[in-house]
């Protein structure tokens, strides 16, 4: 009995088509069958497609029928693997095995070693219509799926790589996923990835994977506020051990620290950073006129700073920095029982001139809010007396308020942005984020696909809906000429 890697003869190509052949009206058969019966009452469906694909599964293990014959072979070895396969049920998944199969029953292929180990699942999902695959197997098997033009299966792949971003790995996989989406053109992983790494990126500065961080890469993410961090010192730490392993030269190295947001660093911190850090020490010309407007932007109020300086620019805007003067963390325990209510406080802005200013915020949860759309209306009416309302109506809802007004409040906004923190594969990482419009109070679209009555839900951990709350002072120019 012939197998996947054996050298048995290949059977007649007449035999091979016409067993497919009949396998597939035997599909379209049951098809038309189902449709048929699909109006009698008294219809039902005799299924037996498990035992088609476990017939389709020896078919291929055993050889029977085979009418072509596959040898895939690797640059690092001199043996080939043999797969007997059957020409018709290659064509109907790939169009390239279709053209390859036309004149001819043997085809060599030659692939690299990592999809050369996954050829016979590959050639397995064309038979069965399935596959499960690891981590570090996402990208060869996609490689193998768009090579080939299996369409199906490469959209699988792709959805397999979003969906697992947060999954552990010993290495990381997500920067690897994010240039492979960049070389093979596919925008929605490359967003997805960049997405991921900017709401986790403390996880992946202390991760193997950040020294294989491209400078595409990490240009693209210094350029983003919403990156969650601790702080932008710890960013600057980060991106110090990225310079000093990486060595570029001196253009990208200047490029690389200009996107630091030096404001957003204590005066205390920066004088350390200029005796200690061998990296500035030697670009300190690149960033010289950044690290001094910083002392000033520290040293000066924000509305004597503004009248000489555009602050409305990236440098002055805070990330969503994970510190306790920022913001802070909630755990809602049980979050579809009842209202809910808070308080914390903030630092008033990032300048040293507002370090001693605290603005009181005042939160409410609320797990089953009702639009005034979906409210009981009362009516004198007999007929009408209130609308039926139902539990599952309403929305969760997050009110942030500050408990307080000031003067000092004048020339600075805040916006608001709200992280909910879900459990993969054992770690708590950022799925979702939520940010409310500076004039606003809460976001509109909270939780809006949320299920908190499930225990399951992916927002929720141990029933716990854990979140926190980051306050993003942002400073505005009142005086447009400067002096």
Same mark, same amino acid.
């Given at each position: 009995?012939?197998?996947?890697?054996?050298?048995?003869?290949?059977?007649?190509?007449?035999?091979?088509?016409?067993?497919?052949?009949?396998?597939?009206?035997?599909?379209?058969?049951?098809?038309?069958?189902?449709?048929?019966?699909? #109006?009698?009452?008294?219809?039902?469906?005799?299924?037996?497609?498990?035992?088609?694909?476990?017939?389709?599964?020896? =078919?291929?293990?055993? *050889?029977?029928?085979?009418?072509?014959? =596959?040898?895939?072979?690797?640059?690092?070895?001199?043996?080939?693997?043999? /797969?007997?396969?059957?020409?018709?049920?290659?064509?109907?998944?790939?169009?390239?095995?279709?053209?390859?199969?036309?004149?001819?029953?043997?085809?060599?292929?030659?692939?690299?070693?990592?999809?050369?180990?996954?050829?016979?699942? /590959?050639?397995?999902?064309?038979?069965?219509?399935?596959?499960?695959?690891?981590?570090?197997?996402?990208?060869?098997?996609?490689?193998?799926?768009?090579?080939?033009?299996?369409?199906? =299966?490469?959209?699988?792949?792709?959805?397999?790589?979003?969906?697992?971003?947060?999954?552990?790995?010993?290495?990381?996989?997500?920067? *690897?996923?994010?240039?492979?989406?960049?070389?093979?053109?596919?925008?929605?992983?490359?967003?997805?990835?960049?997405? /991921?790494?900017?709401?986790?990126?403390?996880?992946?500065? #202390?991760?193997?994977?950040?020294?294989?961080?491209?400078?595409?890469?990490? =240009?693209?993410?210094?350029?983003?506020?919403?990156?969650?961090?601790?702080?932008?010192?710890?960013?600057?730490?980060?991106?110090?051990?990225?310079?000093?392993?990486?060595?570029?030269?001196?253009?990208?190295?200047?490029?690389?620290?200009?996107?630091?947001?030096?404001?957003?660093?204590?005066?205390?911190?920066? /004088?350390?950073?200029?005796?200690?850090?061998?990296?500035?020490a030697r670009h300190y010309g690149a960033v010289q006129d950044l690290l001094f407007q910083a002392f000033q932007f520290h040293a000066a109020s924000p509305l004597h700073f503004a009248k000489y300086f555009d602050v409305n620019c990236s440098m002055f805007l805070p990330r969503n920095y994970l510190a306790p003067s920022w913001g802070s963390q909630w755990v809602i325990n049980n979050p579809a029982r009842d209202d809910r209510s808070t308080s914390f406080q903030t630092q008033l802005g990032p300048s040293s001139h507002d370090a001693g200013k605290r603005v009181t915020w005042n939160v409410l949860f609320s797990p089953r809010w009702l639009p005034v759309s979906l409210r009981p209306v009362y009516s004198d009416s007999v007929s009408s007396a209130v609308q039926p309302v139902r539990i599952e109506d309403g929305r969760p809802r997050l009110v942030i308020t500050p408990a307080?007004?000031?003067?000092?409040?004048?020339?600075?906004?805040?916006?608001?942005?709200?992280?909910?923190?879900?459990?993969?594969? #054992?770690?708590?990482?950022?799925?979702?984020?939520?940010?409310?419009?500076?004039?606003?109070?809460?976001?509109?679209?909270?939780?809006?696909?949320?299920?908190?009555?499930?225990?399951?839900?992916?927002?929720?951990?141990?029933?716990?809906?854990?979140?926190?709350?980051?306050?993003?002072?942002?400073?505005?120019?009142?005086?447009?000429?400067?002096?």
């Amino acid at each position: 009995m012939a197998r996947l890697t054996g050298t048995r003869p290949v059977a007649t190509r007449r035999w091979g088509c016409a067993a497919a052949a009949f396998l597939l009206l035997l599909l379209t058969v049951q098809a038309a069958q189902k449709a048929d019966l699909s #109006g009698d009452t008294t219809a039902a469906t005799i299924n037996h497609s498990l035992t088609l694909l476990q017939r389709l599964q020896e =078919l291929l293990q055993n *050889g029977n029928g085979s009418d072509s014959v =596959l040898r895939v072979r690797t640059a690092a070895s001199d043996e080939a693997k043999v /797969f007997h396969t059957h020409q018709l049920l290659l064509g109907l998944q790939s169009e390239v095995f279709e053209s390859l199969l036309r004149n001819q029953s043997v085809v060599t292929l030659h692939e690299p070693p990592e999809t050369a180990a996954l050829f016979e699942k /590959f050639i397995r999902y064309l038979y069965c219509g399935g596959v499960s695959i690891l981590l570090h197997q996402a990208i060869p098997m996609h490689q193998l799926a768009s090579k080939y033009r299996v369409w199906g =299966l490469q959209r699988g792949v792709a959805d397999y790589m979003k969906t697992h971003l947060a999954s552990e790995s010993s290495q990381g996989h997500v920067v *690897g996923w994010y240039h492979y989406a960049v070389r093979i053109g596919d925008a929605a992983l490359q967003e997805s990835c960049l997405q /991921f790494l900017a709401w986790n990126l403390s996880a992946v500065l #202390g991760s193997a994977e950040w020294g294989s961080v491209s400078v595409e890469l990490l =240009l693209l993410l210094l350029e983003r506020s919403d990156l969650v961090l601790h702080s932008e010192l710890e960013l600057y730490t980060a991106v110090e051990g990225w310079l000093s392993r990486r060595q570029p030269d001196g253009p990208v190295a200047k490029r690389v620290l200009r996107a630091i947001r030096y404001p957003m660093i204590a005066p205390s911190q920066l /004088f350390r950073l200029q005796t200690q850090s061998a990296v500035l020490a030697r670009h300190y010309g690149a960033v010289q006129d950044l690290l001094f407007q910083a002392f000033q932007f520290h040293a000066a109020s924000p509305l004597h700073f503004a009248k000489y300086f555009d602050v409305n620019c990236s440098m002055f805007l805070p990330r969503n920095y994970l510190a306790p003067s920022w913001g802070s963390q909630w755990v809602i325990n049980n979050p579809a029982r009842d209202d809910r209510s808070t308080s914390f406080q903030t630092q008033l802005g990032p300048s040293s001139h507002d370090a001693g200013k605290r603005v009181t915020w005042n939160v409410l949860f609320s797990p089953r809010w009702l639009p005034v759309s979906l409210r009981p209306v009362y009516s004198d009416s007999v007929s009408s007396a209130v609308q039926p309302v139902r539990i599952e109506d309403g929305r969760p809802r997050l009110v942030i308020t500050p408990a307080m007004s000031s003067p000092d409040f004048a020339g600075v906004s805040f916006q608001k942005t709200v992280l909910v923190g879900v459990r993969q594969q #054992g770690r708590v990482l950022v799925k979702h984020a939520y940010s409310f419009h500076q004039s606003s109070d809460e976001a509109a679209d909270f939780l809006a696909h949320a299920d908190l009555q499930k225990r399951t839900s992916e927002y929720l951990i141990d029933n716990s809906l854990h979140l926190h709350i980051i306050i993003k002072p942002v400073y505005h120019s009142l005086i447009k000429v400067k002096k």
